[in-house]
């Protein structure tokens, strides 16, 4: 498999993640690193990773061509040898075993074209009344959403219980740590409508790859992530409005859902999002933000010749 991870002036953090992968029991054949520093730490951290696999894992590094993850997780994939592609963020922790479960989940099944692994601190939690009840209007039936695609491109997470299989069927996969299989992926993988910190991104990738092929959480396969800030994350306002501006291009690009009734369940996601932040102590520092990104977000919108990516 290739392995693949974007990253940008997080050499500290990166040391971490590529610690615990040398501590796997399986590493990939090939790992590309596509960095976007302004300095050669992260290159240092890559070398150093490179003469502890003892050639057992053939190193790239490549300065990133443009920033942004989903560009630099493209750049990645033009220089990839195998016929699987791990996709994993730099700010990772590999659990023991956890590649090899990734593997092992993949290739269960030929018509699965992806999997990824169980992230043990961003988890489906069992919604209240409220959200429960806004599921529904976004088009959600059963009782459970755990790993679907609901309405205006409402993506919910994979939810983790002992009773559980280690496969579990998904409607999304994200970009943390995933594969997938090469002949599964569209060229290029990520459409240019995503720069930058590039939400959605992943789901944008697979929908496109569940329109042929399985999605799969492989359960077992666990990482930690240890989310950490950056330049990209630094302007709430505009996190707030890529937000949006994605969703809407997921939507209507992409699941092709562009009716009176989307349009009216994405207003009314985003303003339950707004809600949200109000009753959540954490989140009201930043409700101003979000109450603006959205309206920066709407104007762009309304203003398509002037391009809307974000």
Same mark, same amino acid.
């Given at each position: 498999m290739s392995a693949i991870?974007?990253?940008?002036?997080?050499?500290?953090?990166?040391?971490?993640?590529?610690?615990?992968?040398? /501590?796997?029991?399986?590493? *990939? =054949?090939?790992?590309?690193v596509v960095d976007g520093s302004v300095d050669d730490a992260t290159h240092e951290v890559v070398e150093a990773f490179a003469s502890s696999t003892n050639g057992l894992c053939k190193v790239s590094y490549r300065r990133a061509e443009a920033l942004g993850a989903a560009a630099q997780r493209n750049q990645g994939v033009t220089l990839a040898t195998q016929p699987v592609i791990w996709f994993f963020d730099d700010d990772i922790l590999l659990e023991p075993e956890c590649v090899a479960r990734l593997w092992? =989940?993949?290739?269960?099944?030929? /018509?699965? !074209? !992806?999997?990824?692994?169980?992230?043990?601190?961003?988890?489906?939690?069992?919604? !209240?009344?409220?959200?429960?009840?806004?599921?529904?209007?976004m088009g959600g039936n059963g009782t459970c959403f755990a790993g679907r695609i609901l309405g205006p491109a409402v993506n919910l997470l994979p939810e983790?219980?002992?009773?559980?299989?280690?496969?579990?069927?998904?409607?999304?996969?994200?970009?943390?740590? $995933?594969?997938?299989?090469?002949? =599964?992926? *569209?060229?290029?993988?990520?459409?240019?409508?995503?720069? !930058?910190?590039?939400?959605?991104?992943?789901? $944008?990738?697979?929908?496109?790859?569940?329109? /042929?092929w399985k999605l799969a959480n492989a359960r077992t396969a666990r990482i930690f992530h240890d989310s950490q800030p950056g330049s990209? /994350?630094?302007?709430? =306002?505009?996190?707030?409005?890529?937000?949006l501006i994605?969703?809407?291009?997921?939507?209507?690009?992409?699941l092709k859902r562009a009716g009176l009734l989307d349009y009216a369940r994405l207003f009314l996601w985003e303003a339950f999002q707004l809600f949200a932040g109000v009753v959540q102590k954490h989140s009201r520092p930043f409700f101003f933000s979000d109450l603006h990104g959205k309206g920066l977000a709407i104007s762009r919108l309304l203003r398509p010749a002037s391009g809307t990516p974000v």
């Open positions: 991870v974007p990253t940008r002036n997080r050499a500290e953090v990166m040391v971490r993640t590529l610690d615990s992968l040398v /501590k796997q029991g399986e590493l *990939p =054949a090939e790992l590309i092992s =989940a993949l290739n269960s099944d030929p /018509k699965i !074209g !992806g999997v990824n692994a169980m992230i043990t601190n961003q988890r489906y939690q069992n919604p !209240g009344r409220v959200s429960r009840f806004m599921f529904r209007l983790d219980r002992p009773e559980l299989p280690e496969i579990v069927p998904v409607e999304w996969l994200n970009t943390t740590c $995933t594969m997938y299989r090469r002949e =599964a992926l *569209p060229e290029p993988p990520f459409p240019a409508h995503f720069t !930058g910190y590039s939400l959605m991104e992943d789901v $944008t990738l697979s929908v496109i790859v569940g329109r /042929k990209h /994350k630094s302007d709430p =306002a505009e996190l707030s409005a890529m937000e994605n969703r809407h291009y997921v939507m209507t690009q992409i």
